[in-house]
């Protein structure tokens, strides 16, 4: 799939309804605006190919709590995937075909390939962006929770809001409203908010404008994207564009709590675009 024929794709989805957006498909495709040799079915396969083989392990067992710890115990013991805390920030844990090759990546990749191999399997799992921290929730049985970053263990309420605690290094309140879980395209919203992170970190500012292109298509509301726009097109040297985002953001009606630095930016942009 050649990368503009991905975007294209990948552009559609953020207008497609919730019901028709396939998450694993959804995810590789977002791989192949960065990789445009990228073979989607092929990838499709392997992830077949892990339902099969967990699928010899669960057998004719239905017990959730049963299907789930076996799942883990495939994924996390016997193939070895893994947190990626070494490198949290490298953009290939975000993209789905190199956590299935490397079986390295960050809680809401280990998350997707949680749930979709769950879903081949019949086990209804669903992601949860809590604070700071992506765990998956089963879909039936309350309370069961797994945290995929780290090996698949089984979570309590009370260790969910730790994780929140200790992801964002602040006295977070808890919330039971944080264990909700999400539809699919906030799923991959947060895998592209992730994508944006890393290239910004490594100030890679042609990608992550990309990135920020397509969170403000599936969600227009949000309007720090276009303050963070804003601030991508300065870098870029795209004057006009960045003015466009920064005076939309100040616009909102939503309160914004960074309106002086935003309007200090602007007359710097100003004065630049005059010289």
């Known amino acids: 799939m050649e990368s503009e024929e991905a975007w294209r794709q990948f552009a559609a989805i953020a207008r ?41 392990r669960v057998g004719d067992q239905r017990d959730p709590l049963f299907c789930v710890n076996t799942l883990s115990e495939y994924l996390f013991d016997e193939l070895g995937f893994r947190g990626n805390d070494e490198d949290y920030y490298d953009p290939r844990n ?19 390939i949680y749930v979709e191999t769950g879903r081949r399997l019949g086990v209804p799992l669903d992601g949860v962006g809590m604070p700071g921290h992506f765990i998956v929730s089963h879909r039936v049985v309350e309370d069961l929770f797994v945290d995929p970053f780290h090996g698949g263990i089984l979570l309590t309420e ?19 409203r944080y264990l909700a ?16 992170g890393a290239y910004m970190e490594r100030q890679d500012h042609s990608r992550a404008l990309r990135m920020i292109d397509w969170l403000l298509a599936a969600q227009p509301e949000a309007v720090e994207e276009r303050r963070d726009r804003g601030i991508v ?15 939309t953001y100040l616009a ?20 630049r675009a005059s010289d």
Not at 27 to 36: D, F, G, K, Q
Not at 181 to 196: D, Q
Not at 252 to 268: N, Y
Request: aromatic share 6%; hydrophobic share 45%; with cysteine.
């Open 16 to 56: 497609s309804p919730e019901e028709d957006i396939d998450l694993d498909w959804a995810a590789l495709v977002l791989a192949a605006t960065e990789y445009p040799e990228l073979d989607v079915d092929h990838e499709l396969a392997v992830l077949d190919s892990l339902a099969a083989g967990a699928a010899r």
């Open 94 to 112: 975000s993209f789905l075909n190199d956590v299935l090759a490397r079986r390295l990546g960050i809680p809401i990749t280990l998350s997707l």
């Open 158 to 176: 009370q260790e969910c809001a730790d994780l929140v605690r200790q992801a964002t290094q602040a006295d977070v309140p808890w919330d039971r």
């Open 181 to 196: 879980p999400i539809g699919n395209r906030e799923f991959i919203a947060r895998m592209v908010r992730n994508l944006k």
């Open 233 to 247: 097109s300065y870098r870029l040297g795209n004057y006009s564009e960045a003015l466009d985002d920064l005076r």
């Open 252 to 271: 909102s009606p939503s309160r914004v709590g960074d309106a002086e630095a935003v309007r200090d930016l602007i007359a710097r942009i100003e004065g």
